[in-house]
């Protein structure tokens, strides 16, 4: 099982540059609390707000990222991780929405990420990590 976290989903919806290589995982196990598809959301809301996305351009985003949630990644309910996300989040000084995908991968080994620090970070914590920055993935 894969972790995959917001940065990485949304990329993959808004087409970011390395999208395709975040899509190439998709046939793979992979899963995520349900604070993904809130985080994505919001990243395809920002898009539109920032980027200049129209409105039916933001509309299919969020139908894909629906796709997503009922078909491809298995949701796991944020609070089976929000204790061991918290003390990740107090000791490392970080957001606690990234330290939940953490506390996630460190029960399935891998987390794939468009985001360099928490990539680091999840290395740091002994998870295997697979980053797409840019148009190519590194694993870790």
Not at 30 to 43: H, K, M, P, R, S
Not at 58 to 64: D, H, L, Q, T, W
Request: glycine share 10%; hydrophobic share 40%.
């Amino acid at each position: 099982m894969i972790v995959i976290d917001a940065s990485s989903v949304s990329k993959l919806l808004l087409k970011e540059e390395g999208w395709e290589s975040v899509a190439s995982y998709l046939d793979q196990n992979l899963c995520a609390t349900g604070f993904v598809l809130i985080e994505a959301a919001n990243a395809i809301w920002k898009h539109k707000h920032k980027k200049g996305f129209t409105s039916g351009e933001a509309r299919v985003a969020f139908e894909k990222l629906e796709e997503i949630g009922k078909d491809i990644v298995l949701l796991e309910p944020v609070e089976s991780y929000l204790e061991e996300g918290l003390n990740i989040a107090l000791k490392e000084d970080m957001p606690i929405y990234d330290a939940i995908y953490l506390a996630q991968a460190r029960k399935y080994g891998t987390l794939l990420t468009s985001d360099g620090p928490q990539g680091k970070m999840a290395g740091r914590y002994g998870i295997r990590v697979i980053c797409v920055l840019g148009g190519t993935a590194t694993k870790s």
